[in-house]
């Protein structure tokens, strides 16, 4: 009998996982548009930031190498403690950009 509970216990602990994880994975990513994007000036690729309006802005700054960034630095999508639900590209960028510590 304690073999089967410990069996549902174990499958319920890693359909509980198994949920959590495709939920995190169909977030929303960030749309440019967006006008908290368009506020932080927002852009999927660090490449296409604004030289002009951000002078300091250096193309090896993306979304990964923020402290800002939630997410493990090798993954395409990660969150962003200013987007609340939604995702950034690991190799965007935008105004608030500070150099993880």
Known sequence: MTSN???FLMSLAATGATLS???ASA?????EKDPTAVALSYVADTTKADGKKFPKHD???QC???ALWQAKPTD?????ALF?????HAKGW?????KKA
Request: charged residues 20%; contains cysteine; hydrophobic residues 45%.
């Open 94 to 98: 935008c105004s608030a950009w500070a």
């Open 21 to 23: 994880a495709a939920r």
């Open 84 to 88: 609340a639900g939604k995702q950034v």
């Open 64 to 66: 990964n190498g923020c």
């Open 59 to 61: 193309k090896a700054q």
């Open 5 to 7: 509970r410990r069996i």
């Open 27 to 31: 977030q929303a990513v960030v749309d």
């Open 76 to 80: 395409a999508l990660g969150n962003c």
